[in-house]
C-alpha cells in the first residue's frame, strides 16, 4: 500500500517494528488451539487499511468479504475407505478508489477457488450450482466484489462429517468513505442455518449451501467520497 514497487525484503522490514502481547489472539499461550490462524490474519490488513484511510484513502480498498478465505472439510466413507478432502471458497474483494472490487477471489492470502471438476473427481460429491451472487456486493462510487454461491451433495452411501470455517456471517464486510457494506455471507446444512464456525452431520442426498459475502463499496453510491 505504502511502497508498492519496491521488492520485499530485509531492509524494507527493519524500520517496521510488530509487537503482539503473548496471551493476546496474535500471540496466544499454549494450549490455544490455532489450526485456524489463517481466520484471524486474513483479517489483519482490512484493520490495518481502516486505521490508515482518513490519511490516504486513495491508496486504500474497502473491507473485503473474500477475508477470510472459507476453507470446507468433508469426511467419510466411501467403498469401506475412510477419505478427507478439503477445499476452498472466496468471497468478493473490497471496491478501490478507481475500480471495482474483484468477485470471488482471495485476499490477502493468493489462493484459488476449488474447481468443481477437483471436488467432483475426488469425492462422492456433486455442485449442484456455483455462481455469482446478484448485488452482493456493497454499493458504492465503485461496487465491492461479489460473492458466490455453491451448493454441494453429497452421493455417498453413508453420512459425512463437514467443517466449515466461516466468517462474516453476522458481521458484513464494511464500506469505505460512504460505500455500503457487502452482504452477509450464510452457510445452510440440509436445510439448518449457522452464524458461527460449525462442525455438522450432512445425510445422504444431504446438501450444504455455502453463500460466501460480498465485499464493501468505495465511496458513496451518489459519488461523491464522504
Same mark, same amino acid.
Given at each position: 500500500?505504502?511502497?508498492?514497487? *519496491?521488492?520485499?525484503?530485509?531492509? +524494507?522490514?527493519?524500520?517496521?517494528?510488530? *509487537?503482539?502481547?503473548?496471551?493476546?489472539?496474535?500471540?496466544?499461550?499454549?494450549?490455544?488451539? *490455532?489450526?485456524?490462524?489463517?481466520?484471524?490474519?486474513? /483479517?489483519?490488513?482490512?484493520?490495518?487499511?481502516?486505521? /490508515?484511510?482518513?490519511? +490516504?484513502?486513495?491508496?486504500?480498498?474497502?473491507?473485503?468479504?473474500?477475508?477470510?478465505?472459507?476453507? =470446507?472439510?468433508?469426511?467419510?466413507?466411501?467403498?469401506?475407505?475412510?477419505?478427507?478432502? *478439503? =477445499?476452498?471458497?472466496?468471497?468478493?474483494?473490497?471496491?478501490?478508489? @478507481?475500480?471495482?472490487?474483484?468477485?470471488?477471489?482471495?485476499?490477502?492470502?493468493?489462493? @484459488?477457488?476449488?474447481?468443481?471438476?477437483?471436488?467432483?473427481?475426488?469425492?462422492?460429491?456433486?455442485?449442484?450450482?456455483?455462481?455469482?451472487?446478484?448485488? @452482493?456486493?456493497?454499493?458504492?462510487?465503485?461496487?465491492?466484489?461479489?460473492?458466490?454461491?455453491? =451448493?454441494?451433495?453429497?452421493?455417498?452411501?453413508?453420512?459425512?462429517?463437514?467443517?466449515?470455517?466461516?466468517?462474516?456471517?453476522?458481521?458484513?464486510?464494511?464500506?469505505?468513505?460512504?460505500?455500503?457494506?457487502?452482504?452477509?455471507?450464510?452457510?445452510?446444512?440440509?436445510?439448518?442455518?449457522?452464524?458461527?464456525?460449525?462442525?455438522?452431520?450432512?445425510?445422504?442426498?444431504? =446438501?450444504?449451501?455455502?453463500?460466501?459475502?460480498?465485499?464493501?463499496?468505495?465511496?458513496?453510491?451518489?459519488?461523491?467520497?464522504?
Amino acid at each position: 500500500m505504502l511502497d508498492p514497487d *519496491t521488492p520485499n525484503n530485509a531492509g +524494507c522490514a527493519r524500520p517496521i517494528h510488530i *509487537t503482539a502481547p503473548e496471551g493476546s489472539i496474535l500471540n496466544p499461550r499454549w494450549p490455544a488451539p *490455532t489450526l485456524a490462524r489463517h481466520m484471524v490474519g486474513n /483479517l489483519l490488513p482490512s484493520l490495518v487499511f481502516a486505521a /490508515l484511510a482518513p490519511v +490516504c484513502s486513495e491508496r486504500i480498498q474497502a473491507d473485503s468479504g473474500s477475508a477470510p478465505i472459507w476453507p =470446507v472439510r468433508f469426511d467419510g466413507t466411501e467403498d469401506g475407505r475412510p477419505f478427507t478432502v *478439503t =477445499v476452498q471458497y472466496s468471497g468478493g474483494q473490497g471496491a478501490r478508489a @478507481s475500480k471495482d472490487g474483484m468477485s470471488a477471489v482471495s485476499f490477502p492470502a493468493n489462493a @484459488s477457488n476449488t474447481p468443481v471438476e477437483v471436488l467432483e473427481s475426488i469425492a462422492p460429491l456433486v455442485i449442484l450450482e456455483k455462481h455469482l451472487i446478484p448485488d @452482493s456486493g456493497g454499493a458504492g462510487t465503485f461496487r465491492g466484489g461479489m460473492g458466490q454461491r455453491i =451448493v454441494v451433495k453429497s452421493l455417498a452411501a453413508g453420512p459425512l462429517k463437514v467443517s466449515i470455517l466461516a466468517q462474516r456471517l453476522r458481521h458484513a464486510a464494511a464500506g469505505l468513505l460512504g460505500g455500503e457494506a457487502g452482504r452477509p455471507g450464510q452457510v445452510r446444512v440440509d436445510g439448518q442455518r449457522y452464524d458461527s464456525q460449525l462442525v455438522a452431520t450432512v445425510p445422504p442426498g444431504g =446438501v450444504v449451501d455455502l453463500e460466501l459475502p460480498g465485499g464493501g463499496g468505495w465511496g458513496s453510491p451518489d459519488g461523491a467520497a464522504r
